[in-house]
């Protein structure tokens, strides 16, 4: 456990999955707020308007606590990562740059318009400032899913004679055809986010009997947004970035599936247990075929097995790769089975009475957290032992000066901070959950 590596690692990987709980939340609120906001300039409705209001307060906390977990992030570039950052600077600075020039300044300027201006700039206005919301908020998240995707895909660049990455062309970096399919998958996961938080809130308040006229839009709201997003999440976002992983990163691939043999016909397994010691999965339950169709869009297509490739440029965490990906997937099933239950009550005016399935909605919210929080770590997992992938390996990019001792008190204090932030974070939410839609307060 003196491996500083291994806690350079385990800090980062922590600080960005907790930082993370919030982004997803509001980026998927950013959509369903500026939606809300629109109907309710163009019908003239106060119920609406009173709805939309409600979530942007709810925005407006999870963007602060997102902003204040989001700081450290930047820090270990320079103090656990500085080898990465003295190789790479040149060409991630330019997106993390733009992220916090263009996106989250024009984000955090028009919240404040969202949260206290209504009535001095008037509804024309306050309209306009929730599109702006809306486009930082998604803007900010493409410029990350940039930064992201050159760790995944690397583009645009060349290397010196020292073995730093110099920017070539921006635009095929900002262009990263992998940017583009994981951004689209990520956006519509974190309005899958929103729209279960949103059902959830909507199926407390009716099961306790508060705010009938709100919680009925919040549901239907909440229901068709979640319904559409856990189908697109799937395909044609999901089955895009699958493609994109089979065609460029395909030892992850098999790492994924637990697979270590090459062949045609290969199986999804739905179930299994990856003994890494002896190669082997156990106690699979399978689909013949169904694995070839996704990566390459035929089932006789052959899948190559882990065994191809080198020992040490396989994922250094199998089990948990493994693991997370198939928790995503699970999940991302279980969402659409929810929603189009969901919509099917709707769709007989059954859904506002029903109070089983109102437990339902109203309990299943953390899930899509979970969902988001495993897609990413497949995503960071499966690049490994990459930190760029083909170019820097991680160990290649720590800084040797930062001890694990230090990293470890870091690493505590991380915990403790985020855990008072946490409590913090859902006694205010708790409290504008029980204050309810209205005025603001």
């Given amino acids: 456990m003196t491996d500083a590596l291994f806690w350079h690692r385990l800090q980062f990987g922590f600080t ?25 300039a163009r019908r003239q409705s106060k119920l609406l308007n009173r709805v939309a209001n409600f979530w942007i307060r709810i925005f407006g906390l999870s963007f602060a606590i997102g902003v204040v977990t989001g700081i450290p992030m930047e820090f270990q570039f320079g103090t656990n990562w500085s080898r990465f950052s003295e190789h790479t600077g040149e060409v991630i600075g330019q997106s993390l740059g733009m992220e916090g020039m263009f996106a989250f300044f024009l984000e955090s300027s028009f919240l404040s318009i969202l949260l206290w201006g209504e009535k001095r700039f008037g509804p024309k206005v306050h309209l306009a400032a929730a599109w702006a919301l809306f486009i930082g908020s998604w803007a900010s998240g493409y410029f990350i899913i940039v930064t992201n995707a050159f760790m995944q895909h690397p583009v645009g660049h060349s290397i010196d004679a020292n073995g730093v990455i110099h920017l070539q062309s921006l635009l095929a970096y900002l262009c990263n055809p992998w940017a583009l399919a994981q951004y689209a998958h990520n956006m519509i996961g974190a309005v899958v986010t929103g729209a279960f938080v949103m059902t959830a809130v909507g199926a407390y308040y009716l099961l306790r009997g508060l705010f009938a006229e709100e919680a009925k839009v919040f549901l239907t709201t909440g229901v068709v947004a979640g319904l559409l997003a856990s189908l697109l999440v799937a395909f044609p976002t999901g089955d895009q970035n699958g493609k994109m992983v089979a065609r460029h990163q395909p ?35 399978q689909a013949p075929g169904v694995l070839s169709f996704i990566a390459y869009g035929s089932f006789s297509s052959n899948v190559r097995g882990l065994s191809e490739f080198p020992i040490d440029q396989w994922p250094t965490s199998i089990e948990l790769l493994y693991y997370g990906f198939h928790i995503m997937v699970g999940l991302g099933t279980i969402f659409i089975a929810i929603m189009m239950f969901a ?15 109102l437990w339902v909605l109203m309990l299943a ?13 497949t995503a960071e997992l499966g690049r490994q032992p990459w930190l760029i992938y083909g170019l820097i390996r991680t160990e290649q ?6 001890h694990a001792g230090q990293t470890v008190f870091t690493s505590l204090g991380f915990a403790g901070l985020y855990l008072v932030l946490g409590l913090l974070f859902f006694f205010l939410i708790l409290r504008e959950v029980e204050h309810g839609p209205g005025a603001a307060h």
Avoid: C
Avoid at 344 to 352: M, S
């Fill in 343 to 357: 919509a099917f009550l709707l769709y007989k005016k059954k859904l506002f009475e029903y109070r089983p399935f």
């Fill in 365 to 377: 919210f953390p899930f899509p957290f979970i969902a988001n929080t495993a897609g990413w770590m």
């Fill in 16 to 40: 960005a999955s907790y930082h993370y709980l919030f982004p997803q939340l509001t980026m998927g609120l950013a959509l369903l707020i500026v939606v809300l906001k629109t109907l309710g």
């Fill in 251 to 285: 030892i992850a691939l098999a790492a994924m599936e637990g697979r270590w043999s090459s062949g045609r016909y290969a199986e999804v397994n739905f179930i299994g247990q990856p003994d890494v010691e002896r190669q082997k999965l156990d106690n699979p339950l």
């Fill in 397 to 402: 990019g720590y800084s040797e000066l930062v």
